[in-house]
């Protein structure tokens, strides 16, 4: 079986290999950070944890780096309303984005460098493109890139500069020389965060550091270059044109985006005030509810996001869970002798499949679905043996590897409320003898409440936890 990947440069899918055998370097645009994390942020790092865990499922070592944009106009203008150093304010919430990824299950990437950091990088990268005479300094110590200088823009969308200057609404600028220029370094302003440079005092505009840092921390070609497709124009564009300027080299062997999160037909973003906070939702729903909701979606269409969509996808993720729960009883005392072995090697090669085509999750979804219907059948006809239920675990445990939606493991506290749950059993039980149905039914509702469900059957009371 061979990977493809849908490249936005090719506009196809492509088969997967990458520069150095099974090294992959990968770079995700990551986010600006002036404010809590929101779900469509979310979307984008769950996507791209998937995509970093399943190439190392299928053997490949990957390096992983996200950028922190930490230096921009939007952080310049919270810190000021907040009376907080800019810096000061981005290290905040940089914190609490660590805390918000790490309660989602996403892996951390391999580095995570920040604009404030790479300032000297960032100038020696504009000061190579000024070199090689695409960047030019305007007479207020701005530098800007020369759009004009390239033959090629717009690669990514598949239009010609002049095509996306007709009809273009585009803010004049007396400093530029085409009004597709863009800012390589802004020249301070008073008051605002700076660092000395060559031309001044000033700092970096957002498409330079992402090209500076990717040089840096994986080189000056990599494997894959992502993120949302809301970057394809301009920032991937502009990305491209500085990193081949400065480095003579193609930037990017595959350019892999994401859809965009929808409420009510349009893009989530805190520009638009229709954004809902990873910690709000997360109080409402486990981490494991949201990565089976991103998940059953393929990551390069749109998603669309509400309360009603979430509660959907619980309930879904909640069949695949209670199945897993009895697999676990079912290991231990099933007395089937049919191993299940036909049913997970079809599933493992379906998974393998879907995600090859260009790392379909939902289709991958949806065979784990099937082998769940398989398996509930040969659970209630009682022929699924402990060695088949085993089998069945240990492929379902194989592919949560990607994506990360099963039940976490029974905490310690959990594992002490079993010994309460087994008392309540015993005493409901003592009722039932006793004839006093009220009460009993009253500890059985009492337990469902709480995420317990009893189960009576001819071997006793069985209960696996819901929720």
């Not at 810096?87 to 892996?107: A, H, K, N, T």
């Not at 299940?340 to 979804?365: G, K, Q």
């Not at 010994?419 to 059985?444: C, G, S, T």
């Amino acid at each position: 079986m061979t990977l493809r990947i849908y490249n936005t440069l090719s506009k196809k899918e492509e088969e997967f290999v990458p520069l150095d055998d099974r090294k992959v370097r990968m770079y995700v645009c990551g986010v600006t950070v002036y404010d809590d994390m929101h779900m469509g942020h979310a979307r984008s790092a769950i996507v791209f944890d998937m995509i970093a865990r399943y190439l190392r499922y299928r053997g490949y070592y990957v390096k992983h780096v996200t950028n922190f944009t930490d230096v921009d106009d939007k952080i310049i203008n919270r810190a000021a309303e907040k009376g907080m150093d800019p810096l000061e304010l981005s290290s905040m919430y940089i914190q609490r984005y660590f805390e918000d990824i790490d309660r989602l299950g996403v892996r951390r990437a391999d580095e995570y460098p920040k604009a404030s950091e790479s300032i000297g990088d960032i100038i020696d990268m504009i000061q190579k493109i000024i070199d090689n005479g695409y960047g030019y300094v305007s007479e207020d110590g701005s530098v800007y890139f020369s759009v004009e200088k390239v033959e090629d823009y717009g690669r990514l969308t598949g239009q010609r500069l002049e095509d996306m200057q007709a009809g273009a609404r585009v803010e004049v600028n007396e400093a530029k020389r085409h009004p597709y220029d863009f800012a390589l370094w802004k020249a301070a302003k008073p008051g605002e965060i700076s660092w000395d440079s060559p031309w001044g005092k000033g700092r970096p505009g957002w498409h330079i550091e992402c090209s500076a840092m990717c040089t840096r921390h994986l080189g000056e070609t990599i494997d894959i270059h992502g993120g949302g497709n809301d970057l394809i124009f301009p920032h991937h564009e502009n990305e491209i044109l500085q990193s081949e300027a400065a480095n003579g080299k193609p930037l990017s062997c595959y350019w892999v985006h994401h859809g965009m999160l929808q409420v009510q037909g349009a893009k989530m973003a805190k520009s638009a005030g229709n954004f809902f906070t990873v910690r709000e939702v997360l109080k409402s729903y486990s981490r494991e509810e949201i990565r089976f909701y991103f998940l059953s979606a393929h990551y390069r269409g749109p998603q669309v996001f509400s309360p009603e969509a979430l509660d959907e996808a619980a309930a879904s993720l909640r069949r695949l869970h209670n199945t897993y729960s009895e697999l676990q009883a079912a290991r231990e005392s099933a007395k089937g002798d049919y191993d299940a072995s036909t049913e997970v090697d079809a599933f493992r090669d379906e998974f393998i499949a879907s995600m090859d085509d260009d790392l379909n999750s939902r289709a991958a979804i949806s065979a784990l679905f099937e082998l769940v219907r398989d398996v509930n059948r040969l659970l209630s006809e009682g022929r699924l043996s402990k060695q088949g239920a085993e089998n069945v675990i240990g492929v379902m445990e194989e592919v949560d590897q990607v994506f990360g939606i099963l039940p976490a493991p029974v905490t310690e506290a959990e594992d002490r409320s079993g010994e309460l749950v087994e008392l309540l059993i015993d005493v409901r039980n003592e009722l039932r003898k006793r004839k006093l149905y009220d009460l009993a039914d009253r500890i059985r509702d009492g337990l469902k409440t709480s995420g317990i469900e009893l189960q009576d059957t001819s071997e006793g009371v069985r209960w696996k936890r819901v929720s």
